[in-house]
């Protein structure tokens, strides 16, 4: 069941005004018939029942990874995404001999295309069906906490198997508007992902962490890899034997890209937003959450850049530029919030629907419901320092590998219906990919460091945080002197560092485990109950969630239904539509952003240091002026990237940018620092979209990377010059 992280958390208490700015919202496919006359008088020249249509073009070209979307422009498999959503695959292959982070990449046929990390899959959604009266069958408001839970659990788990009965298939539920739906999704499953070509660091992520969600922005953020299938055309692990898969529709690449003024739209996977959150979690975001977070991933990443040894710095490369991304985020979201006064507007929210819900008949039920929500939340508060050391603690490489390993023996002594969501038999083929490329991101010593910030920042909890289990192994130890010792002598005495002896564990069963005299394993056994605990914690207030927001829920869309304004769910990580206009904005009074940027002022912004660091063909080739026809005329240059007002959040990365005709125009990689906290409140004049222009991503793979068999597979000359 895809739960969205944080579901026992509130919502805002009025939906989003719509009349009047229609660019706001990431809506399903299903409701984009209702909204004709609105797409119709931004520019769509395709009917909105196209759009609807889950396996007919245009949305039967994008794909997901689960934590980016991409999109087919092939019938041989080939798929556009950000470069920073194919780094994992990029930095599985790189050394610090064979650098392919900052040298790029481009396979010259498809046997010189690379494997990119066994756990990555291509997604490709075939149906949305709504499964709400099969999940919630049963329930009154009598079933509350853990019991709950479990009964959405097992009818979710059931109606997946259904699906999944199916081979080379990935089934889940999501959970909309809080728990009022549950839809089940079906995808496709695309096991054997490859990389074929990715540009240089200096082009793909030029500007690099100074210049993220800023404006103006010169970055190459593409990559293209390939889905590969059996040779039965079915989906399959790696093999050499597999076949480029051939998708039923791919995406035209219209290389005349767009103007000032003209509609486009994003499809794509966003992951997640805050709309509908109470005013309370927007103060708890702004005063703990964010500050807590920026000061703790500052450390991981001053960890991690001081450490001596470049292949160690290497293997970190991608939780560094994780770690940025959120510390620039977060500071982004934390300004905004306080700019737009959002706890202010929230509460007024609140206060409104309060007195309509006072003169309605079933309004004192639900203000019952609201108010348990909010003891929900101040219970979470109490220990939110401790569950956050933890979860972090729990997320280091070796202890999930080995939290993994216990777990899932512990779960195969049961029915496959009856194992926890996460470590059933579908699951077992990734959690062993991942034990298997652990080493690309792992060293020991760098996550000895990592280890102790975490356990010395435990230490100093007060009494009632603590947990006894981890306590007891930590005996006394406070200072990072000690607790360093102590995270390296259980390293040293552990064989789960060796890949070999973690895959024999992967098989082990769980008395084989509990025996084991190896000293990560003992003390993952020693943690398994605090671990436990903090499951049931969750699982009770998921429970109560389940039971109080979805009444909520219905209460809010009855309300804003009754002004006439049309409801979005809030991003959960399913397929959804969102367009607007190519368009600049005003940051601040005396200041006029424009909504495109050129190859002249990328020149300009080079430096020759890191990361403002163009590659020298570039520079040269923009000297020259060799634009060949990928120039605009009303530019005079080739546009490099470019801004829009339409909605989307994390998730959306690599997500096509399409024409009204549903022609890929460029790809979205990034939002405006303003816009950071729309995921909470979205403000129409000043949250702007930015892509990179197709025509800069066309210009880089002919005159610079000489990518012209890759353009040529996509119906486009090979010579636009």
């Not at 082009?203 to 039965?232: C, E, Q």
């Not at 940018?657 to 549903?662: A, F, M, Q």
Request: charged fraction near 25%; charge should be negative.
């Amino acid at each position: 069941m895809r739960v969205l992280p944080g579901l026992l958390l509130s919502l805002s208490l009025v939906l989003p005004a719509m009349h009047g700015h229609a660019d706001e919202g990431m809506w399903q496919p299903a409701q984009l018939p209702d909204l004709e006359v609105q797409l119709k008088a931004r520019g769509l020249d395709l009917e909105p029942e196209d759009l609807a249509r889950l396996t007919e073009y245009p949305l039967g070209a994008i794909v997901g990874f689960g934590f980016c979307t991409a999109s087919f422009v092939s019938p041989d498999g080939l798929v556009v995404t950000n470069h920073h959503c194919a780094y994992g695959a990029i930095q599985y292959n790189s050394t610090p001999e064979r650098n392919l982070l900052a040298d790029g990449f481009l396979a010259a046929t498809h046997k010189d295309e690379l494997p990119a990390e066994p756990t990555m899959r291509i997604f490709v959604t075939e149906s949305i069906e709504d499964v709400t009266a099969r999940i919630t069958e049963g329930l009154d408001d009598s079933v509350t906490g853990t019991a709950r839970h479990q009964a959405i659990d097992r009818a979710s788990k059931a109606v997946v198997a259904e699906c999944e009965a199916t081979p080379g298939y990935r089934c889940d539920v999501y959970v909309f508007h809080q728990g009022l739906s549950f839809q089940l999704v079906r995808q496709l499953e695309v096991r054997d992902v490859r990389l074929v070509y990715a540009p240089a660091s200096a082009i793909g992520k030029f500007g690099g962490d100074i210049d993220n969600w800023m404006w103006p922005r010169h970055t190459g953020d593409f990559s293209f890899l390939r889905a590969y299938v059996g040779p039965d055309g079915k989906p399959a692990a790696y093999s050499e034997d597999n076949v480029p898969y051939k998708p039923r529709h791919h995406l035209k690449v219209q290389p005349e890209g767009v103007s000032a003024g003209d509609f486009v739209m994003v499809t794509g996977y966003p992951g997640r937003t805050n709309r509908y959150r109470l005013s309370e979690e927007v103060r708890d975001a702004i005063e703990w959450q964010y500050p807590t977070t920026i000061e703790l991933y500052q450390r991981y990443v001053d960890i991690v850049e001081g450490h001596p040894d470049a292949e160690a710095r290497l293997k970190y490369a991608g939780n560094i530029a994780s770690w940025n991304n959120t510390l620039k985020n977060f500071g982004g979201q934390i300004e905004g919030l306080r700019r737009a006064d959002a706890v202010a507007v929230k509460a007024r929210g609140e206060e409104e629907l309060e007195r309509w819900l006072d003169r309605n008949r079933d309004g004192e039920r639900l203000k019952a419901g609201v108010a348990r929500l909010r003891e929900e939340l101040a219970k979470a508060r109490g220990t939110r320092e401790r569950d956050l050391l933890f979860r972090q603690f729990s997320g280091l490489a070796m202890l999930r590998a080995g939290y993994s390993i216990e777990r899932l023996a512990m779960e195969r002594g049961k029915p496959d219906a009856e194992r926890e969501y996460g470590f059933q038999q579908r699951d077992e083929a990734r959690l062993e990919g991942f034990l298997r490329t652990i080493d690309r991101r792992f060293d020991p010593a760098v996550e000895v460091k990592l280890g102790t910030e975490l356990l010395v920042r435990y230490a100093r909890l007060p009494a009632d945080q603590r947990i006894a289990e981890l306590d007891a192994w930590l005996d006394g130890a406070s200072t990072a002197e000690a607790i360093s010792a102590r995270l390296t002598a259980l390293y040293a005495g552990s064989s789960l560092t060796d890949p070999a002896r973690r895959l024999e564990w992967f098989a082990a069963d769980l008395d084989a485990i509990k025996a084991s005299d190896d000293a990560l394993l003992r003390f993952v056994d020693a943690l398994m109950p605090a671990w436990l605990r903090a499951e049931e914690q969750d699982k009770q207030a998921s429970g109560n969630a389940f039971l109080y927001r979805p009444q909520y829920m219905q209460a809010m869309i009855d309300y804003n239904r009754s002004r006439n304004r049309p409801i979005y769910p809030d991003a959960n990580n399913s397929l959804r539509v969102s367009y607007g206009t190519v368009t600049g904005y005003s940051p601040r009074d005396g200041m006029q952003y424009l909504p495109f940027t050129t190859l002249e002022g990328l020149a300009a912004k080079h430096t020759g240091e890191d990361p403002f660091d163009a590659t020298q063909r570039q520079l040269d080739e923009i000297a020259a002026r060799r634009h060949g026809s990928y120039a605009d005329p009303a530019l005079g240059s080739v546009p490099v990237n470019f801004l829009a007002d339409l909605d989307i959040t994390g998730g959306n990365s690599g997500s096509p940018t399409l024409n009204g005709k549903g022609e890929l125009i460029g790809l979205a990689f990034d939002g405006n620092i303003e816009s950071v906290s729309a995921s909470w409140l979205f403000e129409p004049a000043i949250t702007r979209s930015i892509h990179v222009d197709v025509r800069y991503m066309l210009w880089v793979m002919d005159v610079v990377d000489g990518a012209h068999h890759l353009l040529r597979e996509m119906g486009l000359s090979a010579a636009r010059r």
